[in-house]
């Protein structure tokens, strides 16, 4: 009995992997999925899972998971926000195309790589010498769950913008201090008399800037307008290995708000 159950949804899988379109598939894999898993189902990254041979139910349900916000991801950096906003704008026929079409992949072969990646790889930002004097600060937030506190930053473009109601437009910079807090003797973030953590040792910047053409080589489907991204170390150089795949898909759902999540504390900026 055993036997024919497995043997029902072995074929029930391949059914659906039949019956979906595995060119179609290749065309979203390979512009969209492939900034992170690679055009062939090889991943760029030692975090992210290959999906060359996977079996197609199972890619399915994966895709389904994360589209009803069922499942969450591991891995890559805001992993889960990733693929919920990529799977978010994914219906039935492109979930079954993809997972097809990765099924019918060899599996991975040494040294493959997205043909997409050197477009998530590079950034046009540049750390924004001055801006202590030159940006606005705006907001400070504290994250318990990694003991840091970060400051917020805003160039005039930006809080320009904002202020008046508008999107943020090219030119814009946004750049955020990152600082471990201060801890108590049981190893606990000491609160200033503001509420928020006293920061300690500053740990890295995260960037992020739009400028014309700038979103021009990446996929609709991650694009966030013209804005790119970019992790500096304390030293204000640029991070290596960043993929700026992870924020894009990260910051994707919002569009209605020029691509930010502060765009409410940034509109009250003084």
């Given amino acids: 009995m055993r036997k024919l159950l497995g043997l029902s949804v072995f074929l029930a899988v391949a059914q659906v ?62 992993p889960t926000a990733n693929m919920d906003a990529i799977a978010t704008q994914l219906n039935a026929e492109d979930i079954a195309n993809v997972a097809a079409y990765f099924a019918a992949q060899p599996g991975a072969a040494s040294g493959a790589k997205s043909a997409l990646l050197a477009n998530f790889a590079k950034t046009r930002v540049t750390f924004p010498e ?42 814009s910079v946004l750049l955020t201090e990152v600082y471990a807090a201060k801890l108590d003797a049981d190893n606990k973030p000491v609160a200033g008399a503001d509420g928020f953590y006293v920061a300690d040792k500053l740990l890295a910047y995260t960037a992020m800037a739009s400028g014309t053409g700038w979103g021009d080589d990446i996929p609709e489907m991650l694009r966030n ?13 640029q991070r290596a290995g960043v993929n700026q795949a992870d924020y894009l898909a990260c910051h994707k759902p919002l569009d209605k708000v020029s691509y930010i999540f502060t765009l409410k504390q940034l509109s009250e900026a003084k």
């Fill in 17 to 78: 992997a039949h019956a979906a379109d595995i060119e179609a598939g290749k065309r979203m894999a390979t512009t969209v999925c492939a900034a992170c898993h690679g055009a062939n189902g090889v991943s760029v990254s030692d975090a992210i899972p290959n999906l060359a041979a996977q079996r197609a139910g199972y890619i399915e349900a994966r895709l389904k998971a994360f589209k009803d916000g069922a499942r969450p991801a591991q891995g890559t950096v805001s």
């Fill in 130 to 171: 001055g801006y202590k004097e030159a940006f606005t600060k705006y907001h400070t937030i504290n994250f318990a769950a990694t003991k840091q506190v970060r400051y917020y930053y805003a160039n005039t473009f930006a809080v320009t913008a904002a202020r008046a109601g508008r999107p943020l437009p090219d030119g």
């Fill in 225 to 237: 307008a013209n804005w790119n991204y970019a992790v500096f170390t304390a030293d204000k150089q």
